[in-house]
């Protein structure tokens, strides 16, 4: 299911502002790459544009390619919401629909995709989703429960059974433990370093450690000046990149000189 993801001279709009220029990197599947920065150099930007979900700002666009496995997920012919299916997204602030269920949570995105399924399929599903978010031994009893009575970092994880739940190739996950506990944060890190085997992960984070404790690539964004395109400074191998930077900018940054 993982698949490779290729861009090439991508730019980003937001109307005449250009928020992030001329990024290509290449992202393997069955693996971990972070994205880190400081504040407005663009990272969450470039995440959205990995899967349309850019483009629905109003006066947003995008220029360059991406690629997952050779397609362009800009063709003409290539329906947005098509790419947002295979490429799910995982946000900062757990989501989950506050009048819906648990279990109703989970079986969103695949009535929304699929339409009517037997129940006994949707069951099936909704249990293999939850165990694979490592929620399942948390909620089994109380599925019929609101999602929005989980504690935060269940409902990352319910948030994360959600997009695994329509089998998605690439997970892009942004800033995903910032409003969590370290017990939580813990937990969804050990949950990304299950995930990578079957998906690529894609995650932007603010916590250097976390970085480098799941992360097997990093890419360092940055920007000249407040006003400025965000750029990737370097990208390169998560051990080397903390311990042999090549940039001084990312060396700056990896030990708390700014941002
Ligand atoms: N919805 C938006 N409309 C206009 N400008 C935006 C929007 N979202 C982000 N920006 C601008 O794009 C730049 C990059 O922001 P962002 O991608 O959020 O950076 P990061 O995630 O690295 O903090 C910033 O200058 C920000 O103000
Ligand atoms: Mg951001």
């Not at 006066?59 to 360059?64: H, K, S």
Request: net charge neutral; glycine share 8%; with cysteine.
């Amino acid at each position: 299911m993982s698949k490779q993801i290729q861009v090439s001279g991508l730019d980003a709009y937001y109307g005449s502002h250009k928020a992030i220029e001329d990024v290509s990197m290449t992202i393997e599947p069955r693996s971990i790459t972070a994205f880190i920065g400081p504040s407005g150099c663009g990272k969450s930007t470039f995440l959205r544009t990995l899967n349309r979900m850019h483009e629905v700002i109003p006066g947003a666009r995008v220029e360059g390619k991406v690629l997952l496995d050779g397609e362009d997920l800009y063709a003409p012919t290539v329906e947005p919401v098509s790419v947002r299916r295979s490429i799910g997204m995982v946000f900062q602030r757990p989501n989950p629909f506050p009048t819906m269920s648990i279990y109703e949570n989970v079986a969103a995105g695949l009535r929304l995709n699929r339409g009517r399924i037997a129940r006994s399929e949707l069951d099936g599903i909704v249990e293999t989703s939850l165990k694979g978010a490592n929620l399942w031994n948390e909620v089994k009893d109380r599925l019929s429960k609101p999602g929005a009575g989980l504690s935060g970092g269940q409902q990352q994880r319910l948030c994360i059974a959600r997009a695994i739940a329509v089998q998605p190739e690439v997970l892009l996950m942004d800033e995903p433990c910032s409003a969590l506990d370290p017990i939580s944060t813990l937990a969804i890190e050990d949950l990304m370093a299950k995930l990578k085997d079957q998906y690529t992960i894609v995650i932007v984070t603010h916590n250097m450690q976390q970085a480098a404790r799941v992360s097997d690539r990093t890419a360092f964004f940055n920007l000249a000046a407040q006003g400025q395109p965000g750029k990737v400074i370097e990208m390169d191998e998560t051990s080397r990149m903390f311990t042999n930077p090549t940039q001084k900018a990312t060396e700056d940054y990896i030990t708390g000189r700014f941002g």
